[in-house]
Nanobody, 118 residues
Framework: VDVVESGGGLVQSGGSLRLSCVTS????????MMWYRQAPGKQRELVAN????????YYSDAVKGRFSISRDNSKDTVYLQMNRMKPEDTAVYYC????????????WGQGTQVTVSA
C-alpha cells in the first residue's frame, strides 16, 4: 500500500490544521486507516484510527476531543482535522493502512511535519 501524507506546517498554539493521506495500489474501502505521530526522541504513537467503513473511530487520550479522523472512500483519502493544537502535538505525522480482515499492508509514507509554536 502506497500512502502520501500532506497538510503539515507551522501553526500557533490553539490553531488548526487538516492533514490528508492519499493511498494507491489497493481498494481503499477495504482498509482500516490510522494516523500515527513521532516526536523527536520519542517512539511513534497511534493517534487515531477509522475502520474501513467509517463505522468506528479511536482516539488516543492525548488528542481526544481535539482531533477528528474521517475518510472519503471515493477519493481514497483519509483526513485528520486537528483543532486547539498544543506545542506537544509537534511531531511528524504518518498514516498507515491495514486490510480490515487480513491485516496486511502497513507500509509507511514519508510523513508530514507538524510544528506548533507556543
Amino acid at each position: 500500500v502506497d500512502v502520501v501524507e500532506s497538510g503539515g506546517g507551522l501553526v500557533q498554539s490553539g490553531g488548526s490544521l487538516r492533514l490528508s493521506c492519499v493511498t494507491s495500489g489497493v481498494t481503499f474501502g477495504h482498509y482500516d486507516m490510522m494516523w500515527y505521530r513521532q516526536a523527536p526522541g520519542k517512539q511513534r504513537e497511534l493517534v487515531a484510527n477509522i475502520t474501513h467503513d467509517a463505522g468506528a473511530t479511536y482516539y488516543s487520550d492525548a488528542v481526544k476531543g481535539r482531533f477528528s479522523i474521517s475518510r472519503d472512500n471515493s477519493k481514497d483519502t483519509v483526513y485528520l482535522q486537528m483543532n486547539r493544537m498544543k506545542p506537544e502535538d509537534t511531531a511528524v505525522y504518518y498514516c498507515r493502512a491495514l486490510h480490515f480482515v487480513a491485516r496486511t499492508g502497513g507500509g509507511w509514507g514519508q510523513g508530514t511535519q507538524v510544528t506548533v509554536s507556543a
